[in-house]
């Protein structure tokens, strides 16, 4: 969390309400031609004219010149040490497709692969099969049976899937199968720590047998396992600020990962349209509402700058209807920058603006990249965003005497 | 180091080159009837057109208010804590004349000083006597034969010297025999705990034989030593960042710096022009150069303002050369500021900017004080330019799932 031990002392509940909008991928960078932006090419007015009257930055996500994957942005977002706080990889791909976890549970991410007639791996990813190929392999995997826990396997996409294993006494302190290149034989499980000991175990056996059922299969007849983790306990968003937190995001993963910090989960459709009707309906139940935005990080991630400006624009006339509402405080974030010229996420910082009737309204131009720096807030660490929303909404008292 | 355990994991090699020039003392602060700093004074037309196309910000070198030496503020501009990874006084000034030290060895910075009939100190710069007039005395200094102790005496400049043991279990846990004032009698040295023991006792035979080698001479009659140091375990850049690192340097202290920091040090001449040239000659050999300019800080601590703006006009001639190298990423930082209207280094945070192709380019006017601090990088930790030098050169993936 942030490192801030008074933040209990000083915590008040208020009926006030928080709306967090986090446009996944946000911040861009130039286009070769035009030197703009994605957001300095989109036509956003309404968000336009409220950076002119909000309080304005740009965020860090993690530190300055690191990349944040998912899991890290957003803790961040809602006051979590990304650095201190890890979302493995196992867990977050299980969140990612909706698998419950429970405490004690171990997730891993799986692939299929290829090996010739001597154990090597020549293809790590199967000739990339398609879901259609892995899924039938996904529902024998499913079926082996090891000792003492319950291993299940769930098709992710293509030749991705997830390995969960319950039972008791399991632990993420093992080593990874996948040796990360070809050439080389998948490797056995290996405990880091002593108490990985029965979990290595678990797995050596769940490879063998998947080994033996595979074998004959002509596209992928091997698999890898890496990322082993467990839910990492994350202290309560509802004890941290004495909240009564929502979640509102139609992609499976970021559902997951808001349960994990204490919030409720509220069941919606998968258009932006229908996250805001399902906040709607909600506003009387809650008084933090995150709501995600995933559109302009796909665009981005698949390298069309325009696409983006799209979403961008999309975005933008949604923004009335959360004002609408009248939140107390309204903020738009994003987790991570995501530039259509990089197609993937990036470590610039990342344009933020918070609204309330306590912010001065620094008459920025614009809601940009190049703009919203020179606003109150400049660049600060995305840590620090629940600070902000909690104060301009009234929930926190003075600290010191 | 940076406080990013998770560095090891995201860091990659790659083909792509970085340059990071260094102008000592790079910031300064307003000439009293301009009301322009020396770099607002300067014509600097390739600096100014190149701020305008890259991300800029002003660094801070150790805690804003905290003016650094230039070990600390080299330190920082290599991703080194430098509150932590502290180079001592006598290390430094060794480095500074180009002694070459071993690990075990350990360095002293000594003063000439004249002390009365009593052993009081009536000047404890001997009336800063010239080198002419030291060099004498260091080479008799440098004759005298310390039992199991090698003892070697370097001139510095006027008053000042090196003194250098080598040996088996020295070590730099003694005290000092400077007093720090006129009126008092140099001190013996202590050890601060049992490992000085014998380190003491050589210093303590090499500070009484001295006394009577000096006894009769009319200008100098007496020495005092500080800042025992050895040198310290500095992390190497090569393993940290996977580069391999050069740095150009005409000045023999930043050159031993750099090759603390497992930097290979590359001859070159004593001008700018001869330190490009031979980041020309060698611009295969390695994909991380640090090329340091050093006349802007030597005319800021003569107080020279009017000197000080032609340093950074001939700093500015020379980018053009610097950029025909195509490097993936160039950096402009400085170590700190030293503002010629106080003839020091300063607390004050310094210029900077980076340029590579993901780079938006904020089209800050100049490259000034004021200018760069509305970019998009605002004010941050020295510390964490390697990092975004890392990352805008591909060389860091992305940090999490």
Redesign the interface.
Known sequence: MIDFPALGDIVTKTPSKIVMLVADGLGG??HPDT?K?ELETANIPNLDKLAGMSATG?TIP???????????GHLGLFGYD??KY????GV??ALGIGVGLEAGDVAARGNFCTVDGSGIITDRRAGRISTEESDPLVEMLDKIDVPGVKASVYPVKDYRFVLKLSGTGLSDQITETDPQRVGEAPLKVRPISSEGAATAEAVNAFVAEAQQILAEQPRANMLTLR?FSILPHLPSMVDRYLLSPAAIAAYPMYRGLASLLGMKVIPTGSTFEEEIETLREHWDEHDFFYIHYKPADAAGEDGDFDAKVRTLEELDRHVPALLDMKPDVFMVAGDHAT?A??A??????VPFLLHSKLTLGEGVECFS??AL??GSL??FQAEHIMLQAMSHADKLTKFGP
Chains 1, 2 share one sequence.
Not at 63 to 72: D, E, K, Q, R
Not at 86 to 89: D, E, F, H, N, T
Not at 344 to 349: F, G, I, N, Q
Request: aromatic share 2%; proline share 15%; net charge positive.
């Open positions: 960078l130039a030197r932006s740009l993690v530190l300055p010149g690191i990349a944040p994957g998912s899991g890290p990304p650095v890890l979302i493995g990889r977050l791909e990322g530039p010229i990089m993937s996420h990036s470590w610039h910082p990249e190049r720096g020179s400049g660049r």
